[in-house]
Each structure stands twice: as structure tokens, then as C-alpha cells.
């Protein structure tokens, strides 16, 4: 790379400087994993045979604000690009609007809703204006790394699985024109499921080749896809699935047999190319996991290992070992040293420290808002974590009709501070009835918005906290104040205040290591919530599995001293975390 001359075409076949070219290429999503460990993936990448890494690119979290961008840190996509080229690997981008990934709202940024008549993912001109300004920064970060200018990215896609959403063609159309407009040069594709109308509806086939997602019976997709192009053009799976993701809930840890995933990888390198979904999946950091929702709503784990060839922690899995053995039928394997040194470390128990109440720190956190009808995270331009509702109840009475309408996605419902009930998915708007018995009451409510739906037709109507409002005996109740908890700030936390058992709370922890080592925090013990380890949100934990653990990566670590808070709503805590030096999943 770095030759003026280098191109990229799409005919008949791939051609890579005027020669055939078949991609083996991985998936790794740069921000999923820590910065420090970009180079080690890439490097094991190359290692198995692969020529080419894919990512998307998550727009929530490069615009995260409207008009405030992001491409530092996890977000720092040029260096991720950069990294690649320097091992010699070619580049796929997939940069949004729409990603699915099983990331929060599919990659669109919360506050999109905020236009009340919005039309996500259609030819709504306020839509188009919105990501036309976000490409405008984000392409300014690779444009010039494209082959044509000797960097190694060799295309782009347009949009993502869309024709699994819908059929508005003059929508791709303008996101292509957009692309172009923006420094795009390469070729362009689209992806999509080669099952109904979803390649009619998703594909623009002058404009991007169309490729298709699948796991299996690929000599069969092949067959579907090529009738589908009409004429000879390159075969290829742009995600071929050779694992799957986890939601909270789940019975057990997603997982595909070995055998399997290497014989179908073997059809698809008979007749064209591949992008393995996913190489290295890495995990959800903070409040990035997204939900799918069919019959009920299923959250995913802070854990995105998928089962994939290498694990959540970068691991050689037997997985990889196999694919490695098909493609080197393909291809000479190339010999790669590993430069990145990762140890993993058992740290075993770490006692409490201190512990507080969120009632009795709400005012450190958060300053009160105030409305006559409950408001949405949206309107109060808060992305993610929780929100706190207060209202005045006042006298002692019975209740005998309470119900939150229009609720995302899990509430507590406190009284007086006392915890009366927890409502959830399906059965938020149930009806409640209890007495009130002081003499004065107050009504909380805490909302966790446990990640935007991030595929299909639920993605319209993604409004968290209370849309509705509350009804107390058969009417709205009125006058409330509002605390957002995105839990960005906890140095404010003061936990000299008092605790109380039964109710949310914020446990200290301190970690003293001699060496920092890659490590996993097991929760056993504790109910729900959040943790953060040196300020950093590591993700969400939930009892009812089957995530065990979640994974803390050396970087994050530092030598001696090191701050672990935990975030729980149920009540449910214990009097000691422990580290372990495996994910639990095995």
C-alpha cells in the first residue's frame, strides 16, 4: 500500500490492481475493542489467511451529541484504518447511518427522536439533512485512505440489511449520492438476508453490488444471489454468521459447532469471497448494547463474544485453528508475529468498601427538572442509563388504579422510598393496586432504558422513560421532577452518606495489583446494574445470566490502586466482588 496506482474494481470478478482478488476478510469492530489491543486482533486476522478486516461504524457514538463528534479513544476509526494498513490489510467500511449489530438503536443517535414526525431509514429530508452533516465530519476522517490514494480501503457499503426494513429506493439512492459527495470512490455494495423480497427491496444493483448475510446452505444462497445479478458478477457473503449473540435471559451462552461453520466457509470460498461475521465480536462497553424485540424484548449481554474465532478477550479459540485450515487451501498463510504482550490474571476476592443510596445522593448527580407531565430521556436530551421520577401523592388513601403508560423499559416504583413493585417489558402497563398509609407520600419511579431496539419495526417507537405518563386512581398525575442518571459523573458520590438495604445503591470496591493483566469481574451475588472500574462503564451485569461475568481489559487497569463502583437496583448486593481469569462462558 501507499502506491499511487492501486485500484479496486468490481466486473466479473473482484480485481485488486488489475488481477482477480477474493476477499477473506473478518469482521472486528473497532469499538468494541480497547484501542491497546486493535494491533493484536489485526495481527491474529492476518495470521489465520484473512487479506481484508470489515467494520461499521456506529454514528451514536461518533455524534453522540448532535453536532458534537467523537473520534478519539474506542472512536478513533483513522487509527483503527491506519493500524490495518500497516499489517497489510485491505479495509471494508460500513459507515451507518444504520448498522443493526446488535448495538443501541442499530448505530442511530438518540436523539433523532427528538423530532416528533421523525421517518428513520426513509427519504424524510430532515433524516437525510441530519446524516448529510454527520458524513460530512466522518468521511473527512478516511476518505484519503482509499486504494485510489494508497490507503487500504478497497469499498464501502450503503446502508445495511435495509431490505429487511423497507423498499425506498430514492433512500439508498441519496445515501449513495451522499457517499460520493462526500469522497467516496471505491466501489460500493449492499447486504442483505437472501431470504422474501429482502435483496428487491435492499439492493441499488447500478449503483453497489448486492451480497447477501447468511450462515448456512451458502452453495444455496450462491445459487439465489446469482440468478439475482442477472449477468456475471463476484459472489459474496458480507456477513457470513458463524456464531450468534447472547440476550439477558437466554438459557445458555450462543454457540455454533466447529464443523459445521468450516464446511460452509469451504462452499463459500469455492465460489467467491467472505466477510466472517464476527472474527472477534469483543464486548458492549457501557450502555452500547441494543435489544431486539419480536414477542417480548430481549436486551444483549455486555458480553458480544458470538462464539466468534477469536473471544471476547482475544483468544485462539479451536474455531479459528479450523477456518485457519480451510483457508489455507486458498491461500499461502502468512507468518505473523503476536507483539502485543496480554497476560490474564485471577485477582480472586475484593471485600466492600463503602456503599450509599442513590436517594441519598439523587442531589449530587442530577439537578431536578421540573414538568407538569413526566418527560422522555429524549426530551431531556439524555442518551442512556436512567432516569428518576418524583411526584406528590399526598394523602393516605387507596390506590386501586395505578399504571405507567407508555414505559421503556424496566421501572421500580417506590413510595415513601419504600419498594413496592418492579414493572417490566410486557407488563408495564399492568394495573396495580396498594394503599397508601403516611400521612404524605411520595411516588419514585426509576427507569433503566436497557438499550434501543436495534432491528426491525419496533426501531420507530424507541422513546425511553415515561412517553405516557402515570395514572394514579384512574387519572394523570402531574407535577414532577425529573433527575437524569446517565451515571457519567459518579466523582460527585459522597459515600459518607447513609445506606439502606432493600433499595438502588452505589458499592465502592478497591482493586490492588502488582501487574494489570487482562481479567473478568464476577458478579455472583449481586442482583443488577452497571460497573464502572476506574471511571471507565465496563457494561451492565444482570443475575439471571447467561453472561457470569464481564470482561475487564489490562489497559483499563493500572498498576497498584484501582477504583471498582457498582451500580445495583434490585437490592440484591453482597459483601464482595471477586476477579476471575475466564470469562465464565467456556
Known amino acids: 500500500m501507499g502506491e499511487q496506482s492501486m485500484s479496486f474494481t468490481i466486473q466479473d470478478q473482484f480485481y485488486l490492481n488489475g488481477e482477480p482478488f477474493q476477499i477473506i476478510s473478518g469482521a472486528i469492530h473497532y469499538f468494541r475493542v480497547v484501542p491497546e489491543y486493535w494491533q493484536d486482533r489485526l495481527e491474529k486476522l492476518k495470521a489465520m489467511g ?77 433524516f437525510l439533512d ?48 451522499m457517499m460520493r459527495k462526500h469522497g467516496a470512490v471505491v466501489p460500493f455494495v449492499t447486504s442483505d438476508g437472501p431470504w422474501h423480497d429482502m435483496l428487491d427491496n435492499g439492493s441499488i444493483q447500478d449503483v453497489a453490488l448486492a451480497t447477501i448475510n447468511c450462515g448456512s446452505n451458502i452453495k ?12 456475471k458478477k463476484p459472489l459474496m457473503v458480507m456477513e457470513f454468521w458463524i456464531g450468534w449473540f447472547d440476550a439477558w435471559g437466554d438459557k445458555e451462552h450462543h454457540t455454533r459447532d ?29 450502555f452500547t448494547s441494543g435489544a431486539n424485540y419480536y414477542e417480548r424484548l430481549a436486551p444483549d449481554t455486555t458480553s458480544y463474544d458470538y462464539d466468534a474465532l477469536l473471544s471476547e478477550s482475544g483468544e485462539i479459540t479451536p474455531k479459528y485453528k479450523a477456518f485457519q485450515e480451510v483457508i489455507a487451501r486458498y491461500t499461502d498463510l502468512p507468518d505473523v508475529p503476536f507483539s502485543t504482550k496480554i497476560i490474564k490474571k485471577a485477582y480472586g476476592k475484593v471485600a466492600l468498601k463503602d456503599k450509599v443510596s442513590l436517594f441519598n445522593v439523587l442531589d449530587l448527580l442530577a439537578e431536578p427538572i421540573r414538568s407538569a407531565y413526566p418527560l422522555t430521556m429524549e426530551e431531556l436530551d439524555q442518551p442512556f442509563g436512567y432516569i428518576l421520577y418524583k411526584s406528590q401523592l399526598g394523602k393516605g388513601r387507596k390506590i386501586e388504579d395505578f399504571r405507567l403508560i407508555q414505559c421503556m423499559d424496566r421501572a421500580h416504583v417506590f413510595i415513601n422510598e419504600e419498594h413496592m413493585f418492579t414493572k417490566y417489558d410486557r407488563d408495564i402497563e399492568d394495573k396495580e393496586v396498594f394503599e397508601l398509609t403516611a400521612a404524605e407520600n411520595e411516588l419514585t419511579i426509576l427507569v433503566e432504558n436497557m438499550g434501543r431496539v436495534n432491528y426491525s419495526v419496533k426501531m420507530n417507537n424507541q422513546h425511553k422513560g415515561i412517553k405516557g405518563g402515570v ?47 487482562d481479567t473478568f469481574l464476577d458478579f ?31 489497559p483499563l487497569l493500572k498498576k497498584g490502586i484501582n477504583e471498582v463502583i457498582l451500580f445495583e437496583t434490585e437490592g440484591k448486593a453482597s459483601d464482595s466482588i471477586s476477579f476471575a481469569s475466564t470469562s465464565g462462558l467456556e
Open 50 to 126: 484473512c487479506n481484508t478486516v470489515e467494520t461499521y461504524v456506529p454514528w451514536n457514538m461518533h455524534e453522540y451529541k448532535e453536532g458534537q463528534f467523537n473520534f478519539e479513544g474506542l472512536y478513533n476509526i483513522r487509527q483503527f484504518i491506519q493500524t490495518a494498513a500497516e499489517l497489510g490489510l485491505y479495509v471494508i467500511v460500513r459507515p451507518s447511518p444504520y448498522i443493526c449489530a446488535e448495538w443501541e438503536f442499530g448505530g442511530l443517535p438518540y436523539w433523532l427522536l427528538k423530532d416528533p414526525t421523525m421517518k428513520l431509514r426513509f427519504s424524510y429530508q430532515p
Open 130 to 177: 441530519k446524516i448529510d452533516a454527520y458524513f460530512k465530519q466522518l468521511f473527512a476522517q478516511f476518505t484519503d485512505l482509499q486504494i485510489n490514494y494508497g490507503g487500504p480501503i478497497i469499498m464501502m457499503q450503503v446502508e445495511n440489511e435495509y431490505g429487511g426494513y423497507a423498499n425506498d429506493q430514492a433512500y439508498l439512492r441519496a445515501l449513495a449520492d
Open 220 to 231: 444455496e444462497q450462491f445459487e439465489r444471489l446469482r440468478q439475482f445479478h442477472g449477468h
Open 258 to 286: 466447529i464443523r459445521s461453520a468450516a464446511i460452509e466457509l469451504d462452499h463459500t470460498l469455492q465460489e467467491g469471497s467472505v466477510n466472517i461475521y464476527m472474527f472477534h465480536g469483543g464486548t458492549n462497553f457501557a
Open 471 to 517: 395514572i394514579v386512581n384512574g387519572a394523570f398525575q402531574s407535577d414532577w421532577e425529573h433527575y437524569n442518571l446517565p451515571l457519567d459523573n459518579l466523582e460527585k458520590l459522597d459515600f459518607s452518606r447513609a445506606y439502606r438495604e432493600g433499595v438502588p445503591a452505589f458499592y465502592r470496591f478497591v482493586l490492588e495489583v502488582d501487574e494489570a493483566g
Open 524 to 554: 455472583s451475588g449481586w442482583g443488577k446494574g452497571v460497573a464502572f472500574i476506574n471511571g471507565f462503564n465496563l457494561g451492565r451485569f444482570w443475575e439471571i445470566g447467561p453472561q457470569k461475568r464481564l470482561y475487564v481489559p489490562a
